[in-house]
């Protein structure tokens, strides 16, 4: 049942954008945050590259009117004040070359030449208008986002840097550049039970996703304090998610538990399997002997989930991920990123302290960003975490 690795067609932070995503962010947001120079350097180099082209051409061939194309480009990037400051240099110019260079006199010409200036004249005043256009769209992007944004933080509060006996490092990036709202989801809580972690990916994208991330994360919550067991946890989601989501929608969800020293147990459901760092870099795929069904499908099948327990000692970091990070695509081969080899030298000292963890999460989402060639195709959630409970502070261990 390896439903982590499900259909891309199905689908309908913490962290820093990528260079590229933060460029095309800004692209979209209007280029507020640029010089008004930088944004007219476009246009500018429009009017330069006319005159070039009318001076080489010489003077008895008459490309001036090509400035017309000025007006288009800068309604890409300036606004309405600034494009007419433009056009009206762009005017200018066009006419100084008629005058002084390729010096138009006979009635034919002029004839031309003011159609040539009306038409520049009445592509002027459109191109105003898209501007303007373009703006006002613009600021609607920024007031949807603003909210976005706000939803995502709120739904997502970045756990602390220590939870319980657990030491944490996250980044979370949203794919959705638009929205900034992505299906991924992480929680984690130190309850009676002992600590309790949740990783899961909801089927689809946008406003629909964060409702039913919202379901899965306040079941979870709710949860996490009263029952006893993981398999409980899991059915108290699973009724929530069947009383307030739509039927056919499911999460794929990982559930540990850290209780007792030496081990955690995991219940696997439809999830990426988690990854076991030890401090001399081996790796270990901690697969479920006996995997259940994603959340919200559990109806398709009979009898109830198994948690299972495994060994982790205070050297060893858990390394738990969404498919965006396993199935993101090389830039150049377009294979798979492969975790489970990667992540041993950039993850085993991780354990030694808060600051090398973090800096062992940052140097696996660097490397993912490497194999991808800058960019993500889906939401990918990396979170990194070991349990130093039993290690003194040299770093030996703890006596009994």
Same mark, same amino acid.
């Given at each position: 049942?390896?439903?982590?690795?499900?259909?891309?067609?199905?689908?309908?932070?913490?962290?820093?954008?990528?260079?590229?995503?933060?460029?095309?962010?800004?692209?979209?947001?209007?280029?507020?945050?640029?010089?008004?120079?930088?944004?007219?350097?476009?246009?500018?180099?429009?009017?330069?590259?006319?005159?070039?082209?009318?001076?080489?051409?010489?003077?008895?061939?008459?490309?001036?009117?090509?400035?017309?194309?000025?007006?288009?480009?800068?309604?890409?990037?300036?606004?309405?004040?600034?494009?007419?400051?433009?056009?009206?240099?762009?005017?200018?110019?066009?006419?100084?070359?008629?005058?002084?260079?390729?010096?138009?006199?006979?009635?034919?010409?002029?004839?031309?030449?003011?159609?040539?200036?009306?038409?520049?004249?009445?592509?002027?005043?459109?191109?105003?208008?898209?501007?303007?256009?373009?703006?006002?769209?613009?600021?609607?992007?920024?007031?949807?986002?603003?909210?976005?944004?706000?939803?995502?933080?709120?739904?997502?509060?970045?756990?602390?840097?220590?939870?319980?006996?657990?030491?944490?490092?996250?980044?979370?990036?949203?794919?959705?550049?638009?929205?900034?709202?992505?299906?991924?989801?992480?929680?984690?809580?130190?309850? &009676?039970?002992?600590? =309790?972690?949740?990783?899961?990916?909801?089927? /689809?994208?946008?406003?629909? $996703?964060?409702?039913? %991330? +919202? @379901?899965?994360?306040?079941?979870?919550?709710?949860?996490?304090?009263?029952?006893?067991?993981?398999?409980?946890?899991?059915?108290?989601?699973?009724?929530?998610?069947?009383?307030?989501?739509?039927?056919?929608?499911?999460?794929?969800?990982?559930?540990?538990?850290?209780?007792?020293?030496?081990?955690?147990?995991?219940?696997?459901?439809?999830?990426?399997?988690?990854?076991?760092?030890?401090?001399?870099?081996?790796?270990?795929?901690?697969?479920?002997?006996?995997?259940?069904?994603?959340?919200?499908?559990?109806?398709?099948?009979?009898?109830?989930?198994?948690?299972?327990?495994?060994?982790?000692?205070?050297?060893?970091?858990?390394?738990?991920?969404?498919?965006?990070?396993?199935?993101?695509?090389?830039?150049?081969?377009?294979?798979?990123? &492969?975790?489970?080899? =990667?992540?041993?030298?950039?993850?085993?000292? /991780?354990?030694?302290?808060? $600051?090398?963890?973090? %800096? +062992? @999460?940052?140097?696996?989402?660097?490397?993912?960003?490497?194999?991808?060639?800058?960019?993500?195709?889906?939401?990918?959630?990396?979170?990194?975490?070991?349990?130093?409970?039993?290690?003194?502070?040299?770093?030996?261990?703890?006596?009994?």
């Amino acid at each position: 049942m390896a439903f982590w690795r499900r259909d891309r067609a199905a689908d309908t932070g913490d962290g820093a954008l990528s260079p590229t995503r933060r460029r095309n962010a800004l692209l979209t947001a209007d280029l507020q945050d640029l010089s008004p120079l930088r944004r007219a350097a476009p246009s500018l180099l429009a009017i330069a590259a006319v005159i070039m082209a009318d001076v080489l051409a010489g003077p008895n061939t008459y490309l001036a009117p090509l400035m017309v194309v000025v007006p288009s480009i800068a309604a890409l990037t300036l606004r309405p004040r600034e494009l007419l400051l433009a056009c009206l240099l762009g005017l200018m110019v066009m006419l100084g070359l008629n005058r002084y260079y390729d010096r138009v006199g006979d009635p034919s010409d002029s004839r031309f030449l003011f159609g040539a200036t009306v038409s520049y004249i009445v592509v002027s005043a459109f191109s105003a208008w898209v501007a303007e256009l373009r703006m006002r769209r613009a600021e609607a992007f920024a007031a949807v986002s603003s909210v976005a944004e706000a939803a995502q933080r709120a739904l997502l509060s970045h756990p602390a840097p220590a939870v319980g006996p657990l030491r944490l490092a996250v980044r979370y990036v949203s794919a959705a550049d638009a929205a900034r709202i992505g299906g991924d989801l992480y929680s984690v809580l130190d309850t &009676p039970h002992g600590t =309790r972690v949740l990783v899961g990916d909801v089927r /689809g994208k946008g406003l629909g $996703a964060v409702h039913t %991330a +919202a @379901v899965v994360l306040g079941a979870f919550r709710e949860a996490a304090y009263d029952e006893t067991g993981l398999p409980a946890v899991a059915a108290r989601i699973e009724a929530s998610m069947h009383r307030h989501v739509a039927d056919g929608e499911f999460t794929t969800a990982l559930l540990a538990e850290f209780r007792d020293p030496g081990h955690i147990d995991l219940l696997h459901l439809g999830h990426v399997p988690p990854l076991r760092v030890r401090a001399d870099g081996r790796t270990e795929l901690l697969e479920a002997a006996d995997p259940w069904l994603p959340l919200g499908l559990a109806d398709l099948a009979a009898g109830e989930p198994r948690a299972g327990s495994v060994p982790f000692g205070p050297r060893d970091v858990l390394v738990l991920c969404t498919d965006g990070v396993v199935e993101a695509k090389g830039r150049r081969d377009g294979a798979f990123y &492969p975790l489970a080899d =990667r992540a041993g030298p950039l993850v085993k000292d /991780g354990w030694r302290s808060p $600051a090398e963890l973090e %800096a +062992a @999460v940052g140097g696996l989402y660097a490397d993912l960003l490497l194999h991808t060639g800058g960019e993500l195709g889906d939401d990918a959630l990396l979170l990194l975490i070991t349990r130093p409970g039993d290690l003194v502070p040299d770093g030996h261990f703890a006596s009994p």
